[in-house]
Antibody, heavy 120, light 106 residues
Framework: EVHLLESGGGLAQPGGSLRLSCVAS????????MAWVRQAPGKGLEWVST????????DYADAVKGRFTVSRDNSKNTLYVQMNSLRAEDTAIYYC?????????????WGQGTLVSVSS | DIQLTQSPSSLSASVGDRVTITCQAS??????LSWYQQKPGRAPKLLIY???NLETGVPSRFSGSGSGTDFTFSISSLQPEDIATYYC?????????FGPGTRVDI
C-alpha cells in the first residue's frame, strides 16, 4: 500500500525558511515523479512543484519560483522542499503527491498534508 | 498557463440524483485531465484520470468524459458519502493547474 507522510510544517516568520519532508513507502520511489501541492485555508488546490524520478529536472509555479527548491533522496525514499523567503501568502497545507513514470501523469496518491503558517 | 474553469461552483442535490460538473480548459489538453474528490479535512483523492478512466477501487457511479477543451464529470446516483468538493486538473503541460472546485451538498 502506498503511503506518503509529510513533516516539517509549522510557524515561520515572514522572510524565514522551512524545509518540508515526505517519506514514501509501498512503491519503488525512484521510479516515479513526485510533486508538492498546496491549499491555502478555505481555498482550492495549487500545484507548487514537480521533480522527475531521478531528480534531474524540476519545475515550479511562478508564485514560488526562486524561493522554493524541490529535491529528493531516492536512497531514503524521501522528497523535500526547501522554502525560503516565506510570505504570508505561502500559508497553506502542503501535500506531497505521487506522480507517474512520466511528468504528464495525474497524482494518484497523496499524503495527509503538513500545515505551514507564515506570520509575525 | 492553461486555465481551467468549472461549473457550477456549488450544487445541492438529493440522494439518488444524477450530478454533473463541467470543466473547460483554455486550450486543447487532449485527454490529459483528472478529477479529484476532497472531503473536509482530508487529502484529495484521484477518481478519474485521462478524462474517462476510473481509478482502481472507485465506485462505478463516478464517470468522466470529454476531450480537447470540454470535459464532464458525473455521479450517476448521489450518495451521502459523496459530499465533497470536486476538482479537475490538467497535466498536459506545466504548470499543472486545477479548476476552482465544485462543492457538492445534499
Amino acid at each position: 500500500e502506498v503511503h506518503l507522510l509529510e513533516s516539517g510544517g509549522g510557524l515561520a516568520q515572514p522572510g524565514g525558511s522551512l524545509r518540508l519532508s515526505c517519506v514514501a513507502s509501498g512503491f519503488t520511489f525512484g521510479d516515479y515523479a513526485m510533486a508538492w501541492v498546496r491549499q491555502a485555508p478555505g481555498k482550492g488546490l495549487e500545484w507548487v512543484s514537480t521533480i522527475t524520478s531521478t531528480g534531474s529536472s524540476s519545475d515550479y509555479a511562478d508564485a514560488v519560483k526562486g524561493r522554493f527548491t524541490v529535491s529528493r533522496d531516492n536512497s531514503k525514499n524521501t522528497l523535500y522542499v526547501q522554502m525560503n523567503s516565506l510570505r504570508a501568502e505561502d500559508t497553506a497545507i502542503y501535500y506531497c503527491a505521487k506522480g507517474g513514470a512520466v511528468i504528464a501523469h495525474p497524482f494518484d496518491h497523496w499524503g495527509q498534508g503538513t500545515l505551514v503558517s507564515v506570520s509575525s | 498557463d492553461i486555465q481551467l474553469t468549472q461549473s457550477p461552483s456549488s450544487l445541492s442535490a438529493s440522494v439518488g440524483d444524477r450530478v454533473t460538473i463541467t470543466c473547460q480548459a483554455s486550450q486543447d489538453i487532449a485527454n490529459y485531465l483528472s478529477w479529484y474528490q476532497q472531503k473536509p479535512g482530508r487529502a484529495p483523492k484521484l477518481l478519474i484520470y485521462d478524462a474517462y478512466n476510473l481509478e482502481t477501487g472507485v465506485p462505478s457511479r463516478f464517470s468522466g468524459s470529454g476531450s480537447g477543451t470540454d470535459f464532464t464529470f458525473s455521479i450517476s446516483s448521489l450518495q451521502p458519502e459523496d459530499i465533497a468538493t470536486y476538482y479537475c486538473q490538467q497535466y498536459d503541460d506545466l504548470p499543472f493547474t486545477f479548476g476552482p472546485g465544485t462543492r457538492v451538498d445534499i
